[in-house]
């Protein structure tokens, strides 16, 4: 009730479906060109799934084995090369939903509530009997930090160990698809059963997938078009070839000219993967980037001189540090001495007050006894009289 509560009032997950993003698979493995070894990794992939329970049931490895009972696989390669595209059609093949884990509500800003979510997934998984795809996974299953400085590496490490955990008694398929494999904690590497690298295609490859990003019968092209130069030409992955296939047809539309006399030719292609290279040009610019040395040159340059000038700023701030610590002990010093003195000279002028009393009240019975003596001598003076 508490989370409830907390979630509606600062925004969070209400259930379980709103972790994942369910997907009904349309694409399977003839819809992705891929290299022969890594279709080969797939199909035994496969036929692991397929498999599962003769291994686990009839053969009785289950009795034996009470963890590690699914079945984990691990898809790395570069960005484009159909990590994503297969992940679906394994899912298409063993006609089971895709799960999609969504960080953007995975993650949370409560201290334990991610690990929380980390459980929910996969139990989701397990109650639709879905695969589970955590694309992008090193971005929950990275390196756990050895040394724990700060709340935020405690709470990392504490998120990458439940998602071990759960991994470990899953009874289902989990798909993890990254770009750099060397980012993955190397805990996962027991635990997953399958690891299939994509490569990037060949010039064959790359021709054949030109050729499929277009209708057979509806894509208008022109006489000119030449996959295979374009195949030779541009070494670049599927994920490229499909956006410059997309812009080719983009930059053709609005040539001007009647709509039913409009074609793609070799040109829009050609043009489309140069807007393709040229993005990823600008993305890759840095600010260390120096147009008068190489590019590590540059880097290394400004790195090195960066590195001085935090040194030097350190030193001082040592330096102003010292200076400040040895000032505030000798304030604690003379706040101390003063402290000390203060207490003397009130302790003295409280003996000095007592004393005055005493002294006052010595003076008060003397006077009395003066009047007392007095009085009783002019008595007896009238009396002789």
């Not at 990392?156 to 993955?184: R, Y």
């Not at 600008?282 to 001189?305: C, K, N, Y």
């Amino acid at each position: 009730m508490a989370e409830s509560i907390r979630d509606l009032l600062f925004g969070g997950v209400s259930g379980d479906r709103d972790l994942v993003e369910a997907i009904e698979p349309r694409r399977s493995f003839d819809d992705v060109v891929l290299p022969a070894t890594t279709l080969r990794a797939l199909n035994h992939a496969l036929a692991l799934v397929r498999k599962h329970d003769l291994i686990f049931d009839k053969w009785g490895l289950a009795e034996r084995h009470s963890s590690g009972l699914g079945l984990a696989f691990h898809f790395a390669g570069p960005p484009g090369t159909g990590k994503t595209i297969c992940a679906e059609a394994l899912a298409y093949a063993l006609d089971k939903k895709l799960l999609v884990v969504r960080y953007a509500e995975l993650e949370s800003r409560w201290v334990g509530q991610t690990s929380k979510h980390v459980a929910a997934v996969f139990r989701s998984a397990a109650r639709q009997d879905a695969v589970l795809f955590f694309d992008e996974a090193d971005a929950i299953a990275g390196r756990r930090f050895t040394s724990i400085g700060a709340a935020y590496e405690r709470e990392a490490n504490a998120i990458v160990n439940v998602l071990l955990h759960e991994l470990e008694s899953f009874p289902g398929v989990v798909i993890f698809a990254t770009n750099l494999a060397a980012n993955i904690d190397p805990a996962f590497e027991r635990r997953i059963r399958t690891h299939i690298l994509f490569e990037m295609p060949d010039v064959e490859e790359r021709e054949r997938i030109w050729r499929v990003q277009l209708h057979a019968r509806k894509t208008p092209l022109g006489p000119d078009v030449d996959f295979r130069a374009l195949a030779e030409a541009y070494p670049r992955s599927g994920g490229d070839i499909k956006n410059a296939v997309l812009k080719a047809a983009q930059i053709a539309t609005v040539e001007p000219g009647p709509d039913s006399e409009k074609r793609i030719h070799q040109r829009h292609f050609i043009q489309g993967m140069a807007e393709v290279m040229a993005a990823e040009n600008v993305m890759s610019q840095s600010l260390f980037d120096d147009p008068t040395a190489g590019p590590i040159g540059g880097v290394m340059e400004r790195l090195a001189e960066g590195q001085e000038e935090l040194r030097g700023e350190l030193g001082v701030l040592v330096e102003r540090l010292d200076s400040l610590e040895q000032r505030v002990r000798s304030l604690a010093s003379e706040h101390s001495s003063r402290g000390v003195e203060l207490e003397r000279q009130q302790v003295q002028l409280a003996e000095t007050l007592v004393s005055g009393r005493r002294h006052r009240d010595r003076v008060l019975i003397y006077l009395a006894a003066a009047s007392a003596l007095i009085a009783s001598a002019a008595l007896a003076l009238t009396l002789i009289g």
